[in-house]
């Protein structure tokens, strides 16, 4: 780092410092001119000293700057990426030696000396630091690897990226794109064998996750074969180990496609595992991708919500739509008028939209939802009648004296713990535009939950847009907006779809619709299937006698595969309740059991989750060199294959593109703020003083 200092100005010239100088000389001359007692050195010397004095205090009146300068310099970062997937070491180039390649990795920063700052990382899913020679990631994100550096490093001198990978990716997006907002160069290393080889595979299998009990389902299985042409490929499917499905499919050419749709049937509740296979085939390099499991969960009755209006929104086609896209759910919408209240007992919950409102009658609608205790869901809007609503329910008090609307924006609350929204979907909701809220204050109990909460403008505030309350074994919800539909647009202009506003409608209903059976300890993991490389997320709830959610108590799991192998864990507290993050376990099907202790009360609780395995690496055997190409040749990088590795330095130093970066920072402070002045002026004119006084001049 270089450090200069100088003196600026401000709004006077420097011109004025030899006023001061004449100022100062004026001053002595006036007071020394005379003959003293003293000799003429020590006058001379009085005269230097208050003239120096004299010249420093006039200075500082002229308000000089201490302009300082300090420059950084920040040497380009060479960030080295390193696949780490297990494609890798499953499919090959003749002659490469994985331990070798990456003690040559780890050479480049030695090659390329102390003029860069060479990091080193390795990916699959995710981006980890340092470079690893296990080569047994499950999964491929090459967009995530470089979107994990841009983040970390986008503010800094990124000189070049360096891609050593195979090409293959079965995770994110595609890389180019995200190459292509990096602004950095891209040399890439082309690892794996780009001929192809004799394969057939699972590519992966279409399915619907949930199915009804005794319905028939179709599945579509993707099958691939490479270099195979004429020969006849065997698919079976298997259900808990029986065969129920079989297909023989001709080969009609070397690089062979197609989709093959297989139909299965619901015959037993819970998760049902299906099984897909290929036979293999003579000489294939790999059977690992001839091999997909499926798991679907097999339900025995639908949900069913009932929606009533005073007057048509398009809110509610926009929630009809996004609950009918889950075949959990059944959806029926009415006027209010229109409907037989002796029927409510069919549905398991009631969604109001905008009303109360001063139209419409209620008290025997709501009379039967309450003998029946069944979940309210309340939509405000600009014809609701907020007073009405405030006697209704508990969960959420609006205080307004004016019928007036404003927008509000969603801001997901990260304490929510009622159900999970994934983390995408949070993102997204955050970015929909507001919805219009009734304007004035708002509160809430304390037991209520809050999911959404409002953001006027860029203002953060604890208003809830979206509320859950139980009460006497009842749920209730609050969405003190309208506009979803907006949403729905909103989703689908920016994404090609509406993920996001299924996800939250789904999980909110099926949160709402379950009936209170007073359990009193119950756990579940948060997914019945998870994939392999997951972690496994299971949540716990304890309550005392008074049904309040308590945590006191340890509460110890076991879960257990079906070879019989267990691995003990201990629940962490979590707000009110439990939560447990038990890792990534191996691929099969587990049951739990977790007990605990209340007083003189023990309970018990147990259930069951999945985990797929993940052969997602096994399914291309061809590297995708030409992917590597475009990603280096797009960045103004350069495609290398391990053997040219000792290039890569020399191509780096001669681009001139990648360079050193100085950064210069200038700070200005008034000279008057330097105390050393001060001291130097007291010590100045004290020294006159003794000087005088010693000669007798004073």
């Known amino acids: 780092m270089l450090y200069l200092i100088s003196v600026s100005w401000g709004a006077v010239s420097g011109w004025w410092t030899i006023g001061c100088l004449a100022l100062g000389l004026l001053y002595s001359f006036l007071l020394y001119r005379q003959p003293t007692n003293s000799s003429k050195n020590w006058r001379n010397a009085l005269f230097g000293i208050r003239t120096i004095a004299v010249f420093i205090l006039s200075f500082l009146l002229l308000a000089p700057l201490v302009k300082s300068v300090s420059k950084h310099l920040q040497k380009p970062l060479i960030l080295v990426l390193q696949d780490n997937s297990s494609s890798i070491n499953q499919f090959p180039a003749k002659n490469f030696q994985p331990a070798a390649f990456i003690r040559q990795l780890h050479q480049l920063k030695n090659n390329l000396g102390d003029d860069y700052d060479v990091q080193e990382f390795n990916f699959s899913k995710n981006l980890s630091n340092g470079f690893s020679d296990s080569l047994n990631g499950k999964q491929t994100d090459i967009s995530g690897a470089l979107q994990a550096v841009n983040n970390r490093f986008g503010n800094q001198n990124i000189g070049a990226v360096i891609l050593a990978s195979d090409g293959l990716y079965n995770r994110g997006s595609s890389p180019l794109n995200t190459a292509s907002t990096l602004k950095t160069n891209i040399y890439t290393i082309a690892l794996g064998d780009t001929i192809p080889k004799k394969d057939v595979l699972i590519d992966h299998v279409d399915y619907n996750k949930t199915a009804f009990l005794g319905n028939d389902f179709m599945a579509e299985v993707f099958v691939e074969a490479r270099q195979t042409k004429g020969k006849n490929l065997q698919l079976n499917v298997t259900e808990d180990g029986k065969q129920v499905a079989s297909k023989q499919i001709s080969v009609a050419e070397n690089d062979f496609k197609k989709a093959i749709p297989i139909k299965l049937n619901a015959a037993k509740k819970g998760i049902q595992k299906f099984q897909f296979s290929l036979v293999p085939v003579a000489d294939e390099i790999s059977t690992a991708n001839n091999l997909e499991t499926i798991y679907v969960e097999v339900l025995d009755n639908r949900k069913k919500v009932l929606i009533l209006y005073d007057a048509?929104?398009?809110?509610?086609?926009?929630?009809?739509?996004?609950?009918?896209?889950?075949?959990?759910?059944?959806?029926?919408?009415?006027?209010?008028?229109?409907?037989?209240?002796?029927?409510?007992?069919?549905?398991?919950?009631?969604?109001?939209?905008?009303?109360?409102?001063?139209?419409?009658?209620?008290?025997?609608?709501?009379?039967?939802?309450?003998?029946?205790?069944?979940?309210?869901?309340?939509?405000?809007?600009?014809?609701?009648?907020?007073?009405?609503?405030?006697?209704?329910?508990?969960?959420?008090?609006?205080?307004?004296?004016?019928?007036?609307?404003?927008?509000?924006?969603?801001?997901?609350?990260?304490?929510?713990?009622?159900?999970?929204?994934?983390?995408?979907?949070?993102?997204?909701?955050?970015?929909?535009?507001?919805?219009?809220?009734?304007?004035?204050?708002?509160?809430?109990?304390?037991?209520?939950?809050?999911?959404?909460?409002?953001?006027?403008?860029?203002?953060?505030?604890?208003?809830?847009?979206?509320?859950?309350?139980?009460?006497?074994?009842?749920?209730?919800?609050?969405?003190?907006?309208?506009?979803?539909?907006?949403?729905?647009?909103?989703?689908?202009?920016?994404?090609?779809?509406?993920?996001?506003?299924?996800?939250?409608?789904?999980?909110?209903?099926?949160?709402?619709?379950?009936?209170?059976?007073?359990?009193?300890?119950?756990?579940?993991?948060?997914?019945?299937?998870?994939?392999?490389?997951?972690?496994?997320?299971?949540?716990?709830?304890?309550?005392?006698?008074?049904?309040?959610?308590?945590?006191?108590?340890?509460?110890?799991?076991?879960?257990?595969?079906?070879?019989?192998?267990?691995?003990?864990?201990?629940?962490?507290?979590?707000?009110?309740?439990?939560?447990?993050?038990?890792?990534?376990?191996?691929?099969?099907?587990?049951?739990?059991?977790?007990?605990?202790?209340?007083?003189?009360?023990?309970?018990?609780?147990?259930?069951?989750?999945?985990?797929?395995?993940?052969?997602?690496?096994?399914?291309?055997?061809?590297?995708?060199?030409?992917?590597?190409?475009?990603?280096?040749k797009q960045n103004g990088g350069e495609m290398l294959f391990p053997n040219q590795l000792n290039r890569l330095p020399a191509l780096i130093r001669k681009n001139e593109n990648i360079k050193t970066i100085v950064y210069q920072d200038n700070n200005y402070r008034e000279v008057i703020d330097e105390k050393w002045i001060f001291g130097l002026i007291l010590l100045l004119l004290s020294l006159e003083w003794f000087l005088r006084r010693r000669n007798g001049e004073i």
Request: net charge negative; proline share 3%.
């Open 312 to 632: 048509p929104h398009p809110d509610i086609a926009a929630i009809r739509q996004s609950l009918e896209s889950n075949q959990n759910y059944e959806v029926k919408t009415s006027l209010i008028g229109d409907f037989d209240v002796g029927k409510l007992n069919d549905y398991n919950l009631l969604i109001l939209e905008q009303l109360p409102n001063n139209h419409a009658n209620l008290q025997s609608l709501l009379t039967q939802a309450d003998r029946l205790k069944i979940s309210i869901w309340y939509l405000l809007g600009a014809e609701s009648n907020i007073s009405q609503l405030n006697n209704l329910q508990k969960a959420v008090s609006i205080s307004s004296g004016s019928p007036n609307m404003q927008e509000v924006f969603a801001a997901p609350d990260a304490s929510f713990t009622s159900f999970i929204l994934s983390d995408s979907v949070r993102t997204k909701i955050s970015s929909f535009p507001p919805l219009l809220a009734p304007f004035g204050n708002y509160s809430f109990g304390a037991t209520t939950a809050v999911l959404l909460k409002q953001k006027i403008g860029t203002v953060s505030t604890s208003y809830p847009l979206l509320a859950f309350a139980e009460e006497n074994g009842r749920r209730t919800a609050i969405l003190t907006g309208e506009g979803l539909w907006r949403w729905r647009l909103n989703e689908f202009q920016q994404f090609g779809n509406h993920h996001a506003l299924d996800e939250l409608l789904s999980q909110a209903v099926q949160y709402l619709s379950v009936k209170n059976n007073q359990k009193r300890f119950s756990v579940a993991s948060t997914k019945t299937v998870f994939d392999e490389d997951e972690n496994i997320i299971l949540q716990a709830e304890l309550y005392n006698k008074a049904f309040e959610l308590v945590n006191q108590p340890d509460v110890p799991i076991t879960i257990k595969n079906k070879s019989g192998k267990t691995y003990s864990f201990q629940f962490s507290r979590n707000n009110q309740s439990y939560q447990l993050n038990a890792g990534s376990l191996s691929a099969g099907e587990y049951t739990f059991e977790a007990q605990t202790k209340l007083g003189n009360e023990n309970f018990k609780a147990s259930g069951n989750f999945s985990i797929k395995a993940l052969v997602a690496e096994a399914a291309q055997s061809a590297a995708d060199h030409q992917l590597l190409f475009a990603l280096a």
